[in-house]
Structures are given as structure tokens and as C-alpha cells.
């Protein structure tokens, strides 16, 4: 995705504030580390597909305060204390940092960074809010995805869901992490245009509407569309139209589409009344409120279906509609930096992960490691990689195909069963020894610091 000039203010309000307080107080240059990882999986979720990185590269190249922009800000009275020369150093902010990330469709779990930043503190600040919006949100619909296609069991899975997220805007960001994930393409003609995602379509019920009835609405669609056409068949009565059609085209139908009703007994009545008719090359497309669940038991009961379109389930993920994407200072300066809030706590400093699989490509375990320890040995990779140097991308974006393959390659190498949640057990994820030694040292220090400063009061 490519962001013409987008805003900086695509931020919340305490970022600035925040911002404007560092400034202050002479910290906006400090050098810092920030991590963005999930702090724990939802329900019905043993992995996660990554992605939305290359929307958050586009947004760290080019994001900028535009003068008008600036105006607005000086003009807050919550901000009216803040140091005038703030202001100034705002028209001139640009992400100036280095990042690091696991690329786009790798397989990822909780408590793993995603995302690395190190940049001077006042820009690994400002940049927080979009960072977690378009990265939870694409790896949430990306997973869905993956687990869709997963049901789906090599039949091909449609994105429909434009109509149904939560503003268009999300819409073509959603259409691309389906994508990625594993849908074969979607309806929503702007992200096809603009990422090059394959384009399906059907018809709608008032397309039969408007004609005086299916037959005449069938013919002209067909002239129209001779080897596309994918036909509504359930406006009145989906068994009647099946049989106008095997009656009226036979052969020359190339698609129907079932928006309704009991899908595995119409998907059942149409394909016997297509094959007497000879038309076994006819497909039978599926839709309505489907997801992996439904798929799943609609093809372990032997439902004829050729291909599925999803809008709702998709698009809003109703079963895991949020990540708990968190996005933490984990150093300053050097010096490691830690949470030790109940049920919050998290790891100090930049961290690496090490993955390891067995002699099948199967992956097995990951180790989160400090991000100078070696790996414990040769059999295990590291996730993240350097995409940013000084603020510039250290390479051209990559391409959605490449994302989808790496994608479909990360399913395949997961232990069976784990992405639609049927392992036996959870996937082992452990943070190496010296990053718990590094932990335990920095919350003495810190429980020393608030005991001392007890004394003193």
C-alpha cells in the first residue's frame, strides 16, 4: 500500500502531549528501543499470520507534520505550555530510525516482537498509534484468512468483505492481508487495482430484480459473460432456477452463486439437477454469513461446494475481532527498560527470535532471545530482519505474492492441526536464559530504586 504524504497526526492526542513533555524536559533525542508484539493470543487462536508491515514501512518513509498541521497543534490549549521551539522541531519531524520485523506472512506468537524500532524517543513515540492499528489489524484478518482457506480444504475462499468493515477505509487494507492469508482474490475493486489482487464477482439479487424474470436476467447476464458469469439462483426459488438453467443453457452456465437457505441440502439438490443435465463442469459457489467453522462442517457432511465468498466473518473476525497488540519502550539510552505491572509484565531490551524445526521443515519451538545472542545452534533462523536504516526502507517494497507465498510455505511447516487449533498442545515459545537473567536484574534494580525513594519520603 502506498500512502501519498500521509499526516503524522494519524496519532493519539498523549503522544504529543508526551512528545511535547520529552521536549521539555531535553529527552526527545534519547535513543530508544520500542517492540510491537500480540501480549496474548484470543480465543480459538494458536498462531498468527503477520502482516500489514509493508503499510507501516509506506507510513515511517513518508509520514510528516504538514504546516497546517502544526498551526492546528500550536492552537490546543493542552499543548499552550509546551516550548515554541517544539512546534518548530515538528515541522521538520520525519522518522529518522532503523527497524527491524518479521517479514509479511511468516507465522508468529504471542509475546514475540513483530516490529523493532530503535529511533530517537520523541519519533518511536509519535508513530505508536498507527503502528498498532494497521499491524493488528492486518496480521487479525490475515489469520482469519489463513484459517479459512485452511477449512476450505484447496477450494478457493473469495473475499466479500467490503461492505462489511468497519469504515470503507479498512476495506481495501483487509482486502490485502485476505490475500496474503490465503483468500484467491477479492471483490473490492480498489484494492485489486491497487495491490493487483485478482478480482471476482458474481451478481446480485436486484440485477434478477430488474428484469421480468430469471430467465431473461440469466440470458442477458450470459451474452454479457459467456465464460465468467456467476448466477444468483436463490432471489425466489432456488431449485426452480436451478432447473431453468439445466433446462434453458445447460452447458453454457458457467458458475452459480447460493446466497441462502440450507447450504449443504440446496448445494446437494442443484448438483444432481446440473449432472443429469450435463453440466458437471458447472461450479457451485457458496456465501452467507460463512465462516471456518461452517465451511468445516459443511464439507465433512459431503457438501458439493466448489469455492466460498466471505464477507462478515472475514472482515470483522467476530470470533477474534481485536489483537492485544502492544507496542512497549524496552531500552533508553542503552539501558533496559521493563513493565512489572500484574498481568502486563513484559521483557526488557531489543530482543530476537530464534526458530527451530525438525528434519521434516516442521516447526517446532522458538527461543526469545536478547537481540545480540547468538543462535543456540544451527538449526535455528532468526524472525526479524533489518527494513529500515536511518529512516529509509533498506529495500524495495515486496511485493503481495511474495508475502502470500511466504505465507502458504509458514502454514505448511506448522505443526498439523495448530492453525485452526486442533493441536494436542500449544506451540512452545520460551524466553532464552539470559533474557530472564537480564529481567530479574533490571526489576531488582528497580524495586531497590522505589525502596530507597520509600525511605526517603
Not at 167 to 174: E, H, K, S, V, Y
Not at 263 to 269: A, F, G, P, T
Not at 296 to 303: E, F, I, P, Q, Y
Request: hydrophobic residues 45%; neutral net charge.
Amino acid at each position: 500500500m502506498t500512502i501519498q504524504e500521509p499526516s503524522a497526526l494519524a496519532t493519539d492526542f498523549y503522544q504529543l502531549t508526551m512528545a511535547a513533555a520529552y521536549f521539555a524536559n531535553g529527552l526527545h533525542q534519547a535513543v530508544a528501543e520500542f517492540e510491537l508484539s500480540v501480549r496474548s493470543l484470543p480465543p480459538r487462536r494458536s498462531c498468527l499470520i503477520a502482516a500489514g508491515l509493508q503499510t507501516a514501512l509506506d507510513f515511517l518513509a513518508a509520514a510528516r507534520f504538514s504546516p497546517d498541521d502544526v498551526d492546528y497543534l500550536r492552537g490546543l490549549p493542552a499543548l499552550a505550555a509546551a516550548p515554541l521551539d517544539f512546534f518548530t522541531r515538528l515541522r521538520d519531524w520525519r522518522f529518522t530510525g532503523d527497524a527491524w520485523a518479521v517479514p509479511e506472512g511468516t507465522a508468529v506468537f504471542a509475546a514475540e516482537p513483530l516490529l523493532r524500532l530503535r529511533a530517537p524517543l520523541i519519533e518511536g513515540q509519535i508513530v505508536e498509534t498507527f503502528l498498532l492499528s494497521v499491524l493488528g489489524f492486518e496480521t487479525m484478518v490475515a489469520t482469519k484468512a489463513a484459517r479459512l482457506a485452511a477449512a476450505a480444504r484447496g477450494r478457493g475462499v473469495v473475499d466479500f468483505g467490503a461492505r462489511r468493515t468497519h469504515g470503507f477505509a479498512a476495506a481495501p487494507a483487509a482486502a490485502r492481508a485476505a490475500y496474503i492469508g490465503g483468500c484467491i482474490g477479492t471483490s473490492n475493486v480498489a484494492a485489486g487495482r491497487r495491490f493487483g489482487i485478482p478480482l471476482y464477482g458474481t451478481m446480485a439479487h436486484s440485477f434478477v430484480m430488474a428484469f421480468p424474470d430469471e430467465d431473461s436476467a440469466f440470458r442477458a447476464f450470459l451474452k454479457l459473460y459467456p465464460d465468467t458469469a456467476t448466477l444468483v439462483i436463490d432471489t425466489y426459488d432456488t431449485i426452480a432456477a436451478a432447473r431453468l438453467l439445466a433446462r434453458n443453457f445447460g452447458a453454457r452456465v458457467p458458475a452459480v452463486r447460493l446466497d441462502s437457505g440450507d447450504l449443504l441440502e440446496l448445494s446437494r439438490k442443484v448438483r444432481g439437477i446440473f449432472d443429469a443435465a450435463g453440466m458437471a463442469h458447472t461450479r457451485i459457489i457458496a456465501s452467507n454469513e460463512l465462516d471456518e467453522y461452517r465451511i468445516a462442517v459443511l464439507l465433512d457432511a459431503g457438501a458439493p461446494i466448489d469455492a466460498f465468498g466471505v464477507g462478515t466473518e472475514l472482515a470483522s473476525s467476530t470470533d477474534a475481532p481485536s489483537l492485544s497488540t502492544i507496542y512497549k519502550l524496552v531500552s533508553l539510552s542503552g539501558c533496559g527498560r521493563v513493565k512489572l505491572s500484574p498481568g502486563k509484565s513484559l521483557l526488557p531490551h531489543a530482543k530476537q527470535t530464534w526458530r527451530r524445526a525438525d528434519d521434516a521443515g516442521i516447526y517446532r519451538e522458538d527461543i526469545v532471545a536478547l537481540s545480540q545472542e547468538a543462535a543456540p545452534n544451527d538449526a535455528w533462523r532468526p524472525l526479524l530482519r533489518q527494513v529500515m536504516t536511518s529512516g529509509e526502507p533498506t529495500h524495495d517494497g515486496e511485493s503481495i505474492a511474495a508475502a502470500r507465498a511466504r505465507a502458504a510455505e509458514e502454514i505448511r511447516r506448522l505443526p498439523p492441526g495448530l492453525l485452526l487449533g486442533y493441536a494436542p498442545s500449544e506451540y512452545p515459545v520460551r524466553p532464552s536464559a539470559r533474557l530472564q537473567a537480564a529481567r530479574r536484574e533490571l526489576e531488582g534494580e528497580i524495586r531497590l530504586g522505589m525502596e530507597t525513594a520509600a525511605g526517603v519520603a
